[in-house]
């Protein structure tokens, strides 16, 4: 099983940047998926989370109304549209296959984890 995150970079305040996540291994249109992001000598936080059929979607209070987290099944990718970027959003952003198919905010909801994609947003 694994999880290919991509498309992070440097970007700066106010500008915007979509993440993918592509699974392979095994087909996971069952399960949920969700985004969490870690900065350095901090414990990953969640950031957004997507039901089994893409029906119930669920935010950081921080991200609501900035980002917008989708899935393709049919591709097995999960993509993370992030708008209206602040300098405190920089962090290694990581996707997620959870053990059920509604995605909880816990990081030991989720089974198996991308590598991780550094976004950085400059002021």
């Known amino acids: 099983v694994q999880l290919q995150a991509s498309g992070g970079g440097l970007v700066q305040a106010g500008g915007s940047l979509r993440l993918s996540c592509a699974t392979s291994g095994r087909r996971f249109s069952n399960n949920a998926l969700g985004w969490f992001r870690q900065l350095p000598g901090k414990e990953r936080e969640f950031v957004a989370g997507?039901?089994?059929?893409?029906?119930?979607?669920n935010y950081a209070d921080s991200m609501k109304g900035r980002f917008t987290i989708s899935r393709d099944n049919n591709k097995n990718t999960m993509y993370l549209q992030m708008n209206s970027l602040r300098p405190e959003d920089t962090a290694v952003y990581y996707c997620?296959?959870?053990?059920?198919?509604?995605?909880?905010?816990?990081?030991?909801?989720?089974?198996?984890w991308g590598q991780g994609t550094q976004v950085t947003v400059s002021s």
């Open positions: 997620a296959v959870a053990r059920g198919a509604y995605a909880g905010v816990f990081y030991g909801e989720y089974d198996y």
């Open positions: 997507i039901s089994w059929n893409g029906g119930r979607t």
